[in-house]
């Protein structure tokens, strides 16, 4: 499977971004990681095929992430940003919890203060 990810860039605190990421086919499991700098990759949204979503604590309430199964692609709609939410945003896909993971190239979100 090839991820192709699309969106980001730099917006101010409180504004809105959106990412999208495109699969070459389809997959139970798409969603988003991101990495701050110095920081470890962390789970940002997950969403079945199905249309079932988890989202990090930190990201409850202002992040939306949605499917569109007949393009295999997810969306994800950030609102509220904040400057901690800067990062390098990876796209990924998985098959089940056992299989191996397929990452999109990176795409950075930058939010000034």
């Known amino acids: 499977v090839q991820l192709q990810a699309s969106g980001g860039g730099l917006v101010q605190a409180g504004g809105s971004l959106r990412v999208s990421c495109a699969a070459s086919?389809?997959?139970?499991?798409m969603g988003w990681y991101r990495q701050a700098p110095g920081g470890q990759r962390e789970l940002v949204a997950t969403?079945?095929?199905?249309?079932?979503?988890n989202y990090a604590d930190s990201v409850k309430g202002r992040f939306t992430l949605s499917r569109d199964n007949a393009v295999n692609t997810v969306f994800l709609q950030m609102n509220s940003l904040k400057p901690e939410d800067t990062a390098i945003y990876y796209c990924?896909?998985?098959?089940?919890?056992?299989?191996?993971?397929?990452w999109g190239q990176g795409t950075l979100v930058t939010v000034s203060s």
């Open positions: 990924y896909a998985r098959s089940n919890n056992y299989s191996p993971t397929y």
């Open positions: 086919s389809s997959i139970f499991y």
């Open positions: 969403a079945t095929r199905g249309g079932i979503t």
